[in-house]
């Protein structure tokens, strides 16, 4: 159940007017009160007699005996709607519920007669819309401050009463919704988002790829979005702002949007922040391979979760967030879309109000932003080991939400690993098939051997994995794991213990991935083929580039 209580107005006669008219859509049925101030309102919609400027005059007697000390926006106006999925709800029950957001929010505290007036109108089997004139019978004005927030959490106790669905509650770091109006020009310009979700991809893309603020705003201007940058008299950057070229007003000026209307962690402030952290380079990260290093950093992510600090666990969340935002720049044209929808889920998941220790995160944001720097991987199997670290990243984030009852970064959490399953899938298949060739290859007595190895280490998984068609790819990865001297069971099992298997459709698969992910297995490193007598070529070394603006999401 969630509550929407708009800025206050000032002319009472105007919000009855849509309350009891046909609506927008003509999708208002049978307008009419459950509850009011007193139990005899007029209802112009049961009563012939009763007329909306008579209702008008009810509520907004003290108004007008208030004279000049009554606020000029008196109009107190909360709608309260039930999840698509409850059961319809009766006219008592709204009557109740009515009351006890009236209680909790200050505008009607139960048992003062010197309340607000109000009204409670159904016109709609699945909400009701509260008028109250926040003039109280003393002539003074009610203490409604957090109005918001006290509705919100009187709509838990109510979901739990009626047995209505709990719907996740936030923590206000959420990015600020389109307003109707942005939503109507939308619609009306023929494009599928509003200006200021468009213009918040481009800035949060932007950031996953600039190294500093002064490219960050080059990023920007290349993708043909408009930027202004504020300086304070010192000549520092004091904020930005940003447009899209074709987005007007009506005296054909752009409509100008800050970065923390965008999000709050895009303000100016937050972005130099996090880029801050990506200018120490050490020598070792140097070293290694791009996709290596960042496949490394996003393994050790859970680890970070589940045993670091709140602030350093944020950190990582945000460079998480990053990540996503980034890949679909430089994946597979086929991947693309699945991972821009992963990002957009996961944007939820980026924010808390856990402040961020960034430093603590910044080999994994430098790992992201040299990963743009060089040629995506040309076989494949180092893109779909990131993406399979990814997906256990995201679904450590997952867990350390729900764990911290932050229930709307959980389920943007949950969704992005949903569409990034999809992602994997796709992204392993080519790779997958290559190492399954190598495991139909091998030799019956070594694949005895590695079915020995997973009845030892995993035993009740073992039948289950020893079944699947990938089977034969485990094996011949076991296999690289003797090779390479290590003991394969050992391995097996800290694969197998160290990350959850509960929502994995195909165990020996997932194992293969993780198993990839050590360094003496990982892509690159030519593991020796004991079917042939031979070692496999690794990919060739990528070559340098640039990150390019025109690889960005474009404004339209």
């Known amino acids: 159940m969630i509550a929407n209580i708009v800025k206050p107005g000032h002319k009472t006669r105007g919000v009855l007017n849509y309350l009891y008219g046909p609506g927008r859509a003509n999708e208002h049925t049978d307008p009419h009160l459950v509850a009011s101030f007193d139990g005899f ?5 049961r009563s012939p007699a009763a007329t909306l400027a008579q209702l008008a005059d009810v509520l907004d007697l003290r108004v007008k005996q208030a004279g000049p000390k009554a606020p000029e926006n008196h109009v107190w106006h909360c709608s309260i709607r039930a999840a698509p999925e409850d059961r319809r ?33 159904r016109h709609a089997d699945d909400h009701i819309h509260i008028v109250a004139t926040k003039v109280r019978g003393d002539l003074r004005s009610p203490r409604n401050w957090n109005d918001f927030l006290r509705a ?28 109707r109006a942005e939503q109507e020009k939308a619609r009306h310009t023929g494009n599928a988002r509003t200006s200021r979700e468009h213009l918040r991809t481009i800035v949060r893309t932007a950031v996953s790829a600039a190294t500093t603020t002064e490219e960050f705003f080059r990023i920007v201007e290349g993708t043909g979005a408009l930027v202004d940058v504020q300086y304070f008299p010192s000549g520092d950057v004091r904020g930005y702002k940003v447009a899209l070229d074709d987005d007007t ?18 303000s100016y402030p937050k972005i130099a922040e996090r880029l801050a952290t990506t200018e120490a380079r050490s020598a070792n990260q140097t070293e290694t391979p791009a996709w290596r290093r960042l496949s490394v950093a996003l393994d050790r992510t859970p680890d970070h979760l589940a045993h670091g600090e709140d602030e350093a666990g944020q950190a990582h969340i945000a460079v998480l967030a990053e990540a996503l935002d980034a890949l679909p720049l430089v994946a597979p044209a086929g991947l693309q879309a699945q991972l821009m929808q992963a ?35 040309g076989d494949g199997a180092l893109l779909a080991t990131v993406l399979d670290a990814l997906l256990l990243a995201v679904i450590a984030t997952q867990h350390w939400h729900r764990t911290r009852n932050h229930t709307q970064q959980a389920e943007a959490a949950r969704q992005a690993a949903e569409h990034l399953r999809v992602v994997c899938r796709a992204a392993a298949a080519e790779p997958l098939a290559v190492i399954h060739h190598r495991g139909r290859r091998l030799a019956r007595p070594l694949l005895e051997r590695q079915a020995a190895v997973v ?14 068609p ?87």
């Open 470 to 556: 990938t089977w034969p790819a485990l094996a011949a990865t076991l296999d690289d794991a003797t090779t390479a001297g290590h003991g394969p069971a050992a391995l097996l099992t800290q694969a197998a213990r160290h990350r959850e298997l509960d929502t994995a459709a195909n165990l020996a698969e997932v194992l293969t991935w993780r198993l990839k992910r050590l360094p003496d297995l990982a892509v690159g490193k030519p593991p020796h083929d004991r079917t042939a007598g031979r070692v496999q070529p690794g990919p060739a070394t990528p070559t340098p580039r640039s990150t390019r603006a025109d690889s960005l999401p474009k404004s339209r």
């Open 89 to 121: 709800l009766t006219d008592d029950e709204w009557a109740t519920i009515a009351r006890r957001v009236l209680d909790a929010t200050g505008i009607a505290p139960v048992g003062d007669s010197d309340a607000c007036r109000w009204v409670a109108v």
């Open 41 to 45: 309102a007029p209802d112009p919609g």
């Open 152 to 179: 919100d959490k009187e709509l838990v106790a109510i979901e739990k009463k009626y047995g209505l669905r709990q719907v996740p509650r936030g923590d206000r770091t959420a990015a600020k919704r389109p307003t």
């Open 343 to 377: 990002a957009a889920a996961f944007e939820r998941a980026g924010r808390s109000r856990i402040r961020a220790h960034h430093q603590q995160a910044q080999a994994t944001r430098q790992a992201v932003k040299a990963m743009l720097r060089v040629p995506p991987p």
């Open 455 to 468: 009845r030892q280490a995993l035993p009740d998984l073992a039948e289950r994995i020893l079944a699947e």
């Open 249 to 266: 007003n009506a005296q054909g000026e752009p409509v100008w949007f800050s970065g923390s209307t965008l999000a709050a962690d895009l």
